[in-house]
């Protein structure tokens, strides 16, 4: 598994193989500045690595969303500088949660071909854990192909079954007092007005990019305030003071 410490080591060819996408669309989304510019190699060759295939997979989620290309260029402009690969991953996977219901029934051999490697009963534990997938029956599992790649990855992440659980509770329990707080704001202060200014043909287009645009953008805006939020208190907590 390639990790942040790496050198970029992927061409262009082998990028869009990886990602699923035409070696014109990556130098399309690069001459937009969707996608950072590779390390140049011996011979003036670019190579890549797991940053830009995190960002391919962010900007395809939010594709799916709906969302235009003015607009996700927008999103990524607002994210912070210094994300890694795997922050990308955190909110490509947030993004994806926002989508209509994605989960397809999968047999075991499916399950591994997707995620690339031979899973043991722990590992398919600890997916269903992260809420990668249900078990459906003998050996059949209800996957959100969406998390799957991002869940593979914490796969070799050296935390305790039971701190999985326990941390998905606490922040299904945060994401459900946001959720419900943001929707009372929204119903206050954005959908009763507009119900007022029905008749108003400018207002009624503006709330439709809102609807339209208001899901990623939120979400955004909540994965880079807890990751920054995060960064601090673990700072805070690891932090030695100096006697």
């Known amino acids: 598994m390639a990790t942040e410490t790496e050198e970029p080591r992927l061409t262009v060819d082998e990028l869009a193989a990886r990602a699923g996408v035409t070696v014109r669309t990556i130098r399309f989304y690069s001459t937009r500045g969707l996608l950072p510019p590779p390390v140049i190699g011996p011979r003036r060759v670019g190579h890549y690595g797991t940053e830009h295939l995190s960002r ?17 260029e927008r999103y990524l402009d607002q994210l912070p500088p210094d994300l890694s690969a795997q922050d990308l991953a955190i909110h490509r996977a947030l993004v994806a949660a926002w989508a209509p219901e994605s989960a397809e029934e999968v047999g075991r051999q499916e399950l591994e071909r997707r995620a690339g490697r031979a899973l043991t009963d722990q590992d398919v534990d600890r997916l269903a854990a992260m809420g990668v997938l249900d078990r459906a029956g003998q050996d059949t599992y209800r996957l959100d192909g969406g998390l799957l790649r991002l869940g593979v990855e914490l796969l070799d992440v050296p ?3 039971e701190t999985i659980l326990a941390s998905r509770t606490v922040l299904l329990e945060h994401a459900r007092a946001a959720a419900h707080d943001l929707s009372r704001l929204f119903r206050d202060e954005v959908w009763g007005p507009y119900r007022e200014r029905e008749s108003d043909p400018d207002h009624v287009a503006a709330m439709k990019s809102l609807s339209a645009h208001m899901q990623p953008l939120v979400i955004q805006a909540l994965v880079t305030a807890f990751q920054r939020s995060l960064r601090e208190e673990l700072r805070a907590a690891f932090t030695t003071e100096e006697p």
Do not use: D, K, P, S
């Open 56 to 72: 391919l997979a962010l900007i395809e989620e939010l594709q799916h969303q709906g969302m235009t290309l003015a607009a996700i």
């Open 159 to 161: 935390i305790a079954h």
